[in-house]
């Protein structure tokens, strides 16, 4: 007689309590042969009653699938992008569940160094795709380390002059209509506060700040437009030389943590928001809500993107022969006091 309290179960037993051959077991398993779904069913009781677990290093061996997918994302402790790409993380977590599929999540910290060490770990291993956000817009690097064997798909950032299905948030057009919202709320005066350009993020919102200009017919004008590092110290800095120098009416600030920076300066100086100067930011953070007056801000739909990327990889794992694709996901403006 089987003894269900053993510490280990093998197929054997499940297939021994269930009343069908080992075979039949592995086919379930191995979805390799119709199996009736009455046995279907089961056979998969029997295996949560034993708590069977299939040794998943064998199963990878022999359908050259693993079922895990790897994700890297770019995250450093002195920023608050952290709470974005967790976000992202759990958009693609939830949609791989679905399909039985398992996450292995990475951090670069910014670094080519490191990333090319963690893509080189998962080359080494039976992984059936990867979801990333480049470190650097330059590819250079990723042409030499990807190594062609699993399919790649891009999120929030596009790199240069590599080809693959890419899942971004409509930076452009987010900015486009922040802007927008402030040329019509406070005149032609609007800053713009960025971090350093070359990223596709950055790129996009500057653009999308050069295009709202054209749209209302106002001209460009450098001496209102500050960038820099990303960064709390570098956010402060120049929204303090924006308003030394150019005294906008309101300002755009495309990166969370320099929005921080930037409204620390306003406070210190008692400079009063909105009805000295009215500010929107970028990315929709709780403390965004708290802040006096509450932020205007520019809301990513960071758990969408991963949902979309985690869909879009699927596609590709499918079918690998389809054309590659850009997706963009639409921002929101979320208007609160500081525009008003």
């Known amino acids: 007689m089987l003894n269900t309290n053993d510490k280990f179960s093998s197929m054997k037993d499940v297939a021994e309590l269930a009343?069908?051959?080992t075979a039949t077991v592995s086919h379930v398993i191995n979805e390799t042969r119709y199996v009736s779904e009455k046995t279907k069913l089961k056979v998969m009781q029997v295996m949560k009653e034993l708590d069977y677990r299939p040794n998943s290093i064998a199963r990878s061996l022999r359908s050259s699938k693993s079922k895990t997918i790897a994700l890297l994302v770019p995250i450093l402790g002195t920023d608050t992008s952290n709470f974005f790409f967790m976000s992202i993380a759990q958009g693609i977590?939830?949609?791989?569940?679905?399909h039985g599929y398992h996450l292995i999540l990475s951090n670069t910290n910014e670094s080519i160094e490191i990333e090319n060490e963690q893509i080189k770990s998962f080359n080494t291993q039976l992984i059936d795709g990867l979801i990333m956000a480049p470190a650097s817009p330059d590819s250079a690097h990723l042409h030499e380390t990807l190594s062609g064997r699993y399919p790649v798909v891009f999120i929030d950032r596009k790199p240069n002059d590599l080809i693959g299905d890419c899942v971004l948030a409509d930076n452009l057009n987010g900015s486009r209509e922040a802007v927008g919202s402030?040329?019509?709320?406070s005149g032609s005066k609007v800053g713009f506060i960025s971090g350093e350009l070359g990223l596709t993020t950055s790129d996009a919102r500057f653009e999308g700040y050069k295009q709202a200009l054209k749209d209302y017919h106002f001209p460009f004008?450098?001496?209102?437009?500050?960038?820099g590092p990303a960064t709390f110290e570098e956010g402060y800095r120049l929204a303090?030389?924006?308003w030394?120098?150019?005294k906008p009416s309101s300002v755009m600030i495309a990166n969370n943590i320099m929005t921080m920076g930037a409204i620390s300066f306003f406070n210190e100086r008692?400079?009063?928001?909105?009805?000295e100067i009215k500010i929107i930011g970028y990315d929709d953070y709780d403390w965004a809500k708290i802040t006096s007056p509450p932020l205007t801000v520019v809301?990513?739909?960071?758990?969408?993107l991963g949902v979309k990327a985690a869909e879009a990889l699927i596609s590709r794992i499918e079918d690998p022969s389809q054309p590659f694709q850009d997706y963009y996901l639409p921002t929101e403006l979320v208007i609160r006091e500081s525009t008003n």
Do not use: C
């Open 19 to 21: 009343g069908v051959s």
């Open 93 to 98: 977590e939830s949609k791989f569940r679905e």
């Open 182 to 185: 402030l040329l019509e709320r």
């Open 221 to 227: 004008r450098p001496e209102l437009v500050k960038i």
């Open 240 to 242: 303090r030389e924006l």
């Open 244 to 246: 030394e120098t150019g």
């Open 270 to 275: 008692k400079i009063k928001i909105p009805e």
């Open 299 to 304: 809301k990513q739909p960071a758990f969408e």
